[in-house]
């Protein structure tokens, strides 16, 4: 066996322009792919400036809602009646610098006569609801911003998949015209 004279060289790399083989649609989905991984990092930056806006705007809330009040720490009167669903209210006294007061307050559960409450008093001394907890209000903020992004990754998919269903289409019927030219030279039939 005969060796050769030269060694063999590995190919030049394919031009991506000027290669008969690369068609228009191989462009085109190279570009779908790309504007499809862009409109999703897009998505995630705005969902993600979505809840940080949820989450500010929630705590803001709980600011002002805070600022009209003052916490006391009260004494159950009475044991907890069921006010709603997972709501539960009793009688509840306390002192502070205006005198004494009694009022019908929300509570836990497990809440027994002689239990005492920390609760949130108007200046009128009126019993408030609980201003929003950080928890809360990051939770929320995560899952509206969660279905946020659900929703425009749906969006976003589903307008990819038609792109590339319409450029797919568009080069089969491409090829088939080009394989009506082709085709009779091939089998010599005319």
Same mark, same amino acid.
């Given at each position: 066996?005969?060796?050769?004279?030269?060694?063999?060289?590995?190919?030049?790399?394919?031009? %991506? %322009?000027?290669?008969?083989?690369?068609? %228009? /649609?191989?462009?085109?989905?190279?570009?779908? $792919?790309?504007?499809?991984?862009?409109?999703?990092?897009?998505?995630?930056?705005?969902?993600?400036?979505?809840?940080?806006?949820?989450?500010? +705007?929630? $705590? =803001?809330?709980?600011?002002?809602?805070?600022?009209?009040?003052?916490?006391?720490?009260?004494?159950?009167?009475?044991?907890?009646?069921?006010?709603?669903?997972?709501?539960?209210?009793?009688?509840?006294?306390?002192? +502070?610098?205006?005198?004494?007061? @009694?009022? +019908?307050?929300?509570?836990?559960?497990?809440?027994?006569?002689?239990?005492?409450?920390?609760?949130?008093? +108007?200046?009128?001394?009126?019993?408030?609801?609980?201003?929003?907890? =950080?928890?809360? /209000?990051?939770?929320?903020?995560?899952?509206? /911003?969660?279905?946020?992004?659900?929703?425009? @990754?749906?969006?976003?998919?589903?307008?990819?998949?038609?792109?590339?269903? %319409?450029?797919?289409?568009?080069?089969?019927?491409?090829?088939? /015209?080009?394989?009506?030219?082709?085709?009779?030279?091939? @089998?010599?039939?005319?």
């Amino acid at each position: 066996m005969a060796t050769p004279s030269v060694a063999p060289q590995p190919s030049a790399p394919v031009p %991506r %322009r000027g290669n008969p083989l690369r068609r %228009r /649609s191989d462009s085109l989905r190279t570009w779908l $792919r790309v504007g499809f991984s862009l409109a999703l990092v897009l998505a995630v930056a705005l969902t993600a400036l979505f809840g940080l806006k949820l989450y500010a +705007d929630s $705590r =803001a809330a709980a600011a002002r809602q805070v600022a009209g009040l003052h916490q006391v720490t009260a004494r159950a009167v009475g044991g907890p009646t069921a006010a709603g669903v997972g709501a539960w209210v009793a009688p509840l006294s306390w002192t +502070d610098s205006t005198g004494s007061h @009694t009022a +019908d307050a929300p509570v836990p559960v497990a809440t027994v006569p002689g239990d005492h409450v920390v609760i949130w008093i +108007d200046s009128k001394e009126t019993p408030r609801p609980d201003p929003i907890p =950080a928890v809360q /209000s990051a939770g929320s903020a995560a899952t509206y /911003s969660l279905a946020a992004f659900a929703a425009a @990754t749906m969006v976003i998919s589903g307008a990819y998949a038609l792109a590339k269903h %319409r450029v797919d289409r568009a080069a089969w019927r491409s090829w088939e /015209s080009e394989w009506e030219r082709v085709e009779p030279q091939w @089998t010599h039939r005319r």
